[in-house]
Every structure is written in structure tokens, then in C-alpha cells.
């Protein structure tokens, strides 16, 4: 059985949903829960200004704190028996999300089928798909 779920969040509502679902698998089986945002850092590579950078990586770091403040706000709503830990690092999503799930010995990796939208989706490509393709324990997609 499931006894550490990963659940890698970026606040869109896909995420949301896959949020939802750990932490009600969570509660049915006994399972740890850990909340994982990936701070971006593919566009770094491509600004000109160590400035720039430094203010763009503080606010990808802010938005992650909060996507995480908001995932243990839901974990409060539904169910005070869910031991939940949250992480946030810099990487690349998928690579990251698959390193997190080997080191920290996750059964389960629940995540959105999709991220954000729009350009930022183009550009990131399928972090889903990635995370489906080459994950070494079980995957729970989303919709």
C-alpha cells in the first residue's frame, strides 16, 4: 500500500484537483503526504541581468511558498490525521519532481495532467507526460 504520496503543485487547477486526491488517498490509506513546488529555473539562462534574475527567482519563490501555504490549508479543511511535509526547490519541473520521488521513496506521485496554460505551457512542454514516461513508482494523473 501507499505510504509516502508526492504531490507536486503549481496553483493551477489541475493541480488544485490532484491536491484533492492525495490527500483523500492520503487519509484512506495512512499515507505521508508531501507537497512539492519546483521554483522554475529554465528562463534564468536567457536574462540579461544578474538583477533581473535575482527579482524574478524572488517572486517564483514567493508564489511557491504560497501554493504550498494554501495546499496545508486545504489539508486542514479535510482531515487533521494527514501528516503532511512540503518542499520547495529550484530545477527543472519534471526532473526535479523525479528526483524528489526517488530520494525521498514516494509510491505515489499524483499530479495534474496539466500546468499552467497558455505560452507558459508551450514552453515548458508535458511535465505530466515526462513524469508518466519515466517515474519508477506509480503515477495518478489528474483531469
Not at 496553483?11 to 508531501?34: C, D, M, P, R, Y
Not at 506521485?109 to 514552453?123: A, E, N
Amino acid at each position: 500500500m501507499y505510504k509516502k504520496i508526492l504531490v507536486p503543485t503549481d496553483g493551477s487547477k489541475f493541480s488544485e484537483k490532484s491536491e484533492e486526491h492525495a490527500l483523500f488517498l492520503a487519509e484512506a490509506v495512512g499515507a505521508e503526504v508531501i507537497g512539492l513546488s519546483v521554483v522554475d529555473i529554465k528562463f534564468f539562462n536567457d536574462l540579461p541581468a544578474e538583477d533581473t534574475i535575482y527579482e524574478i527567482n524572488q517572486i517564483l519563490k514567493e508564489e511557491s511558498k504560497k501554493n504550498l501555504d494554501r495546499f496545508k490549508d486545504i489539508k486542514r479543511e479535510k482531515s487533521s490525521n494527514i501528516k503532511i511535509r512540503t518542499i520547495m526547490i529550484e530545477g527543472f519541473p519534471a526532473d526535479t519532481i523525479l528526483e524528489v520521488a526517488k530520494k525521498e521513496d514516494v509510491d505515489l506521485i499524483v499530479i495534474g495532467s496539466s500546468g499552467r496554460t497558455g505560452l507558459q505551457k508551450f514552453l515548458m512542454g508535458s511535465v505530466a507526460d515526462k513524469v508518466v514516461k519515466t517515474a519508477k513508482c506509480n503515477v495518478l494523473v489528474v483531469h
